[in-house]
Every structure is written in structure tokens, then in C-alpha cells.
């Protein structure tokens, strides 16, 4: 890289954002931070009738939870802001005045009204929709009447009518587009504000960007920016147009499939180090098998030569995975920093972790094994935090066996239970593994009756360690709850 690396995520606030618009702040992040350049965040909000309340603070909030820190933007500063557009209005009116002054651009004059019926008799004639450049040529006499009639003009890019609009994309090559299929964009709007496309150019080239690394929804408008580059004599930066995101099945993403907005990965308890890895592998890959890799081994690999042309697909499934991958990859500590929060919002786990934090966490190296989200710990420890257990009580009768044979193993259970000194899980093996024998039932039969009257379910993490966690009162008093539930139990 000759020029030093400088790239921005330039995100509209029309919307919060999604696994899309992330995917390519990081895609960004991860190559200023491998070419040791700078990453920007410019706000793009010269939409005003699309403002989203709240978006920015969304948008802010999911890079810093994803822990991809910005160089220049907002809160940060630099010395090539504001970085709100909203704020550099007068640049674009300087230089749509001077596109107006070289021919480049002109006033446009026509109504929304006679615009929507433009489009309305292009829809119906099958014709592609555009401005049918009315305005273009006006004489001065007709522009000074438009003038007089107190009109607030927008202002216009005069496209050529002929000749192709060629560029070289850093993932798909060579692109060409036909200059007769671009019609006379605008560039200023009647409310005084720019469009995307002026605005964006003239901040690329403000703050000296070097590559434009968005998805592939712009490619389309690249030529646009390259003929206004061309014509205020300004050096384009480099484009890479990022694959699309779509669900499985090749279709649009939905709630379920990456459409929520980032911040919900959050509430719904997945790891920024998981996410940052899976966002990562949504259009970029180390090679066709590694699924696992730290932010460092990221950055250090993040190259735009292996970004696919082809669409990537979101797997929930593989996000879940990858999830748990992270949270059994945590130490004992780091795992109870980062599921206090979601502990603390579960109203029973929230007492106990006050109460004992020793108890909390004797119990989540239990759950940490099975948990695909942090949301997930407190359904999956909620058993240890309840005084009653609701539970179907016939499940207390497990496979061949009667309502007396589950009634005499937890009796005798009970009885030798209470009769252990020690009520750790190794103690508790030695008393339990003989007692299936000596009942004459299989150990899944006994462990089964066991488990569904300590925990309430069928499937729990091991059951002597589940035992020796809930300690000895806590056992005998469900097992006590267990036996009243079978004597109620018609036979
Ligand atoms: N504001 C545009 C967006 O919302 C930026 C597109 C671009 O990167 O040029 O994605």
C-alpha cells in the first residue's frame, strides 16, 4: 500500500443497524488495523425525513460493544470533521457551485408533482425510471421565468449521454456501466440538503479516503461518484463492493437471519469476540476450513483478495455454535463477568447472586458446558434458584418402571443421602452407582427418577455434581416433594 491506509464506515442513521451494515464496519476495521491505517466513522445524515430516533447511539453503541474503536468520528474528533454531515453543509453547496459554474450541473425546476407523473408514464410505457432531463438545457429566458415563479430548485448532474463508465473493483474486477443508463441524479435537494451521492464523494475526498469498502447495494452508484470525481478533477479512492448477506435458502434476511439490529445480539447474549469471528467469515475466509479465529489472527490474515464474489449466507445455527465455542473458551472468572448481567435481569438468579456468590458460582462451570448464549444460563440454571420445582410428576416414573419402584428408590435414596457425611460428587457415585443394583433397577433408571426430583427436568448437567452443587438439605427437601407428588399419583 503506497498510500496510507485511511477507511470509513459511513452509516445513514435512517434505521439501526443490522448484521449487514456491521459486517462492513468491521470488514473496514480489520484493514486499517492490518495495514496499521486509520479506521472513520462519518455519520451520513443529510436524510431528514428518514431519521431514525436513537440510531446513532445504536450505531455507536455496536461498534464499541464489538470493540472495533474508531480513529476520527464522532465523540473522538479529528482533525478532517466534523464528521456529521449534517454539519458540512456549506462544503457541498461550494462545490455544487462549482459543478454549476463549469457545466457540470445544473437547476432543476420541476415539480414533485410533474416528477411522480414522469414516473408514473415510465412505469406504465415499461421504460427504465429516470429524470427525462427537462431542465437540462434550459434557455435563460425560461430559466429566468422558473426563477420568478419562486421555486426552490434542486440541483442536477449533468451525465454524459454517451460513452461507459469503466472502474476496476478491488473484489470484482472490471465493472462497466453505460453512461445512457444514469440519468441526471441530484445533487442538492430543494431542503438544502445534499444528496448521498454529493455528499459522500466530497467527504472521500475531504478526508483524503483511500479505499471505499461498502456492500455491493452501491455498486450501482459508483459510476455516479467516478463521473462527479471526474468532473471536479479529484482522484477517486479505491472501491471493494462486499458480497451481499443472505438467509439460508438464498433469501432476503429476516428477523431471524441476521436482519435484527446489532445491539440484540447483545440482549440475547452473545459474545462480541464470537460475533466479530462470525461477522468476520460472512464474505471473507482464511482458507475453506478454519472456523475459529481470534480478532488478532484476523487482523493479521484480513486481506481483500479472500473476499468472495458470491453472496454469503447467515447460519443462525453456525452463529449459536460458534457462540458456545466462545463462552466454553472462558475462564471460570471472565464467564461470571460476562453472565452477571443477564443473571442480574433473571429475577431468582438475580437474589441468589446477591445472597451467594459462591453458590452462583459453583454453579456455572455446570451450565457453561451447554449454554450457546448468555440468555441461555439462567433458563438452563433456573433449577437451582427455585424453592418448587413444577415438573409433570409422572416423569418421576422413568422407562419400565412402576410408580413403587420410583416411590422405593427415592426412599432408600433419601435415607442413604441422609446418612452422608460428605455431600460432594464423588461421595455421592460411591453411595448411588451401588444402590441401582441393590434395587435391582439399571442406573439410568434410578439416576433418571433422581435427576427429575432434584432438577425438576429430564436432561441436566451431571447429576452428582448438579447434587453436590444444590447441597444435601436442598436434595433431601425435593426428594421429600417428589415422594408426596408420587403418593398422589393415583395407580
Ligand atoms: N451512507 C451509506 C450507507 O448507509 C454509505 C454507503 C457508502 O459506504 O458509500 O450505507
Known amino acids: 500500500m503506497n498510500k496510507s491506509v485511511r477507511v470509513r464506515y459511513a452509516p445513514s442513521p435512517t434505521g439501526y443497524p443490522h448484521v449487514g451494515n456491521i459486517r462492513t464496519a468491521l470488514f473496514n476495521w480489520l484493514f486499517a488495523r492490518h495495514y496499521g491505517g486509520s479506521f472513520i466513522v462519518r455519520i451520513e445524515d443529510t436524510d431528514v425525513t ?9 450505531i455507536l453503541d455496536g461498534l ?32 455544487a457551485q462549482r ?8 437547476y432543476c425546476y420541476c415539480s414533485t408533482q410533474r416528477l411522480e407523473e414522469m414516473r408514473a408514464e415510465q412505469v406504465q410505457r415499461k421504460q427504465p425510471p429516470g429524470y427525462d432531463r427537462r431542465c437540462r438545457n434550459l434557455s435563460q429566458e425560461e430559466r ?33 456501466f ?13 431542503d438544502g440538503y445534499p444528496t448521498y451521492h454529493l455528499a459522500n464523494i466530497i467527504d472521500d475526498h475531504l478526508m483524503e479516503i483511500s479505499h471505499v469498502l461498502r456492500a455491493e447495494e452501491w455498486l450501482s452508484s459508483t459510476p455516479r461518484h467516478l463521473l462527479m470525481y471526474r468532473a471536479l478533477g479529484f482522484e477517486p479512492p479505491k472501491f471493494a463492493h462486499l458480497p451481499m448477506i443472505l438467509a439460508p435458502g438464498r433469501a432476503k434476511l429476516s428477523k431471524r ?15 462480541p469476540e464470537a460475533m466479530v469471528n462470525f ?14 479465529l481470534t480478532r488478532q489472527e484476523l487482523i493479521g490474515n484480513f486481506s481483500l483478495e479472500r473476499i468472495s464474489r458470491t453472496a454469503a449466507l447467515f447460519n443462525q445455527d453456525k452463529l449459536d455454535w460458534m457462540n458456545g465455542v466462545y463462552i466454553r473458551s472462558l475462564t471460570a472468572d471472565e464467564f461470571f463477568t460476562a453472565v452477571e448481567p443477564y443473571l442480574m435481569k433473571d ?24 449454554a450457546r448464549t448468555l440468555v441461555e444460563v439462567a433458563e438452563l440454571a433456573q433449577f437451582f434458584f427455585v424453592e418448587e420445582l413444577a415438573y409433570d410428576s409422572t416423569l418421576l416414573i422413568g422407562k419400565n418402571m412402576s410408580r413403587e419402584s420410583a416411590t422405593r428408590a427415592l426412599e432408600v435414596s433419601q435415607q442413604r443421602l441422609g446418612q452422608l457425611e460428605a455431600f460432594d460428587a464423588e461421595s455421592l457415585e460411591v453411595v448411588l452407582r451401588p444402590l441401582a443394583v441393590e434395587l435391582g433397577l439399571k442406573t439410568g433408571q434410578l439416576f433418571g427418577t433422581l435427576r427429575v426430583a432434584v432438577t425438576g427436568r429430564t436432561a441436566a448437567p451431571p447429576l452428582f455434581q448438579t447434587m453436590a452443587v444444590l447441597g444435601k438439605e436442598r436434595c433431601l427437601r425435593r426428594i421429600e416433594a417428589a415422594l408426596d407428588r408420587l403418593r398422589g399419583l393415583s395407580s
Open 50 to 58: 428518514r431519521k431514525v430516533e436513537g440510531a446513532i447511539k445504536a
Open 64 to 95: 464499541r460493544w464489538l470493540g472495533l474503536d474508531w480513529d476520527e468520528g464522532p465523540e473522538v474528533g479529528g482533525k478532517y470533521g466534523p464528521y456529521f454531515q449534517s454539519q458540512r453543509l456549506e462544503k457541498y453547496h461550494e462545490v
Open 99 to 106: 459543478l454549476i459554474a463549469q457545466d457540470n450541473a445544473y
Open 178 to 190: 453505460e453512461n445512457s443508463n444514469i440519468d441526471d441524479f441530484v445533487l442538492l435537494k430543494s
Open 257 to 271: 437471519h441476521g436482519a435484527m439490529s446489532i445491539t440484540e445480539y447483545y440482549e440475547q447474549g452473545y459474545l
Open 279 to 292: 461477522l468476520a467469515l460472512l464474505g471473507w475466509s482464511l482458507d475453506d476450513k478454519t472456523e475459529i
Open 347 to 370: 429475577e431468582l438468579a438475580g437474589k441468589a447472586l446477591i445472597s451467594s456468590e459462591k453458590y452462583v458460582k459453583d454453579i456455572l462451570p455446570l451450565i457453561q458446558e451447554r
Open 144 to 176: 429566468a421565468k422558473k426563477e420568478a415563479e419562486d421555486i426552490t430548485p434542486v440541483v442536477r448532474f449533468k451525465t454524459p449521454l454517451e460513452g461507459q463508465t469503466r472502474f476496476n473493483d478491488l473484489i470484482r474486477d472490471d465493472v462497466a
